[in-house]
């Protein structure tokens, strides 16, 4: 029965309850079979193996191999956009400059964490399966930089005329929104061309790539045309607010 308050019947309640519980199951260990064996290891059979179910059985809970890629992705961009969230929002709102840099160096450090995750959610033949569940969460990670760019050209840290806009002939005044999405996401693909190759371990450099990184952030963040003469230090002292010049 319904109640009057119109929830669901007791047994519909449980059994929704008991498909997110084996969903939860599936994705833990399709996540699992991702990371010792990458993309190409999470087959259908191998989850139902893991999770002790027939292949067929899977399919009640996921339409297919795409799908369950799909649903990784999602999960998988959701928590990185999570990280970056978290970051940004552990600097002041009104230092643009600087919570794209904490940004940055967020997306690196969970790259690195989760090399994997990070290959999939990448690769564009894995996040197919679920194109709709993938581009929401992947919006939230570039909505966390294009707030960013949208506030630093309204509040000026972006100079416009120092930017690629002027090449590509935007106009920030006729469209602001136009102009932080393209700002956002030329940062963006410069950020994920250098950590595919840092992951892929092919950087050859006399530096280490903990010291690289942010010299690389602050070069980008010149392109995108930010302003500020200092940003945080990577790793300050405990007790110490240190900074490094560069743009």
Request: charge should be negative; aromatic fraction near 6%.
């Amino acid at each position: 029965m319904v109640s009057e308050q119109g929830s669901a019947p007791a047994g519909v309640a449980r059994r929704e309850r008991q498909r997110l519980r084996v969903l939860e199951e599936i994705k833990a260990a399709a996540f699992g079979e991702l990371r010792e064996r990458g993309t190409a290891g999470v087959t259908m059979r191998a989850v139902a193996r893991a999770i002790e179910i027939t292949p067929s059985g899977l399919y009640r809970y996921v339409d297919g191999h795409d799908a369950l890629l799909g649903l990784l992705a999602s999960d998988a961009l959701g928590d990185l956009a999570d990280r970056i969230e978290s970051a940004q929002a552990g600097v002041a709102q009104d230092t643009h400059a600087t919570r794209w840099f904490v940004g940055c160096l967020a997306m690196r450090q969970w790259s690195l964490e989760h090399p994997a995750e990070y290959g999939l959610i990448f690769d564009t033949e894995a996040t197919r399966g679920r194109p709709r569940i993938v581009a929401q969460s992947g919006n939230r990670a570039f909505l966390a930089f294009r707030s960013v760019c949208a506030d630093a050209l309204a509040d000026r840290e972006i100079e416009p005329d120092r930017t690629l806009l002027g090449e590509l002939g935007t106009r920030v005044g006729d469209d602001p929104v136009s102009a932080a999405d393209l700002l956002a996401a030329t940062g963006i693909a410069c950020l994920v061309g250098h950590l595919s190759i840092e992951i892929g371990g092919r950087i050859g450099s006399p530096l280490t790539t903990q010291e690289r990184y942010p010299i690389f952030v602050r070069a980008v963040m010149r392109l995108l045309g930010f302003t500020a003469e200092e940003l945080p230090d990577v790793n300050p002292p405990r007790g110490e607010s240190q900074h490094v010049r560069g743009l």
